[in-house]
């Protein structure tokens, strides 16, 4: 993860630079705003990954003398049978088009993103999956 913080560490120097150069240059305000929040994301990832790199175990990706069978193993946890990002995907799509066709739209949008989210969320903490 330490080279991985370094590396959106550098990328925000260089969308600060080229944000800087081209709002000077072009004097186009859309896409010097556009650049200074790619500036802003990459700060916020890079320090993110950046500190929990102090936290976590050194990784295979930081050591020089690694192979690329030393970073195999178990990824993380995904839930295999989930209906909830439907759910969420719908209501955001609706959404969106509340935008394009109608504010009004938004209103019938929101009980799926909420349902959608709420249960994403609480997934395992009813039913068979409920700790005591």
Request: hydrophobic share 55%; no cysteine.
């Amino acid at each position: 993860m330490k080279f991985q913080g370094k590396l959106f560490l550098w990328l925000s120097v260089f969308f600060l630079g080229m944000a800087v150069v081209y709002g000077l240059w072009s004097k186009e305000p859309v896409g010097t705003t556009a650049l200074f929040l790619s500036f802003g994301l990459a700060v916020m990832v890079g320090f993110y990954l950046a500190f929990t790199a102090r936290r976590a175990d050194t990784g295979a990706q930081d050591r020089e003398d690694a192979d690329v069978a030393d970073d195999s193993g178990e990824l993380g946890f995904f839930s295999p049978h989930s209906w909830q990002p439907l759910l969420l995907a719908f209501g955001g799509a609706m959404a969106f088009l509340g935008i394009i066709f109608g504010w009004w739209l938004i209103y019938f949008a929101s009980p799926f993103i909420l349902v959608g989210l709420w249960g994403w969320v609480f997934e395992y903490y009813r039913g068979e999956n409920r700790t005591q």
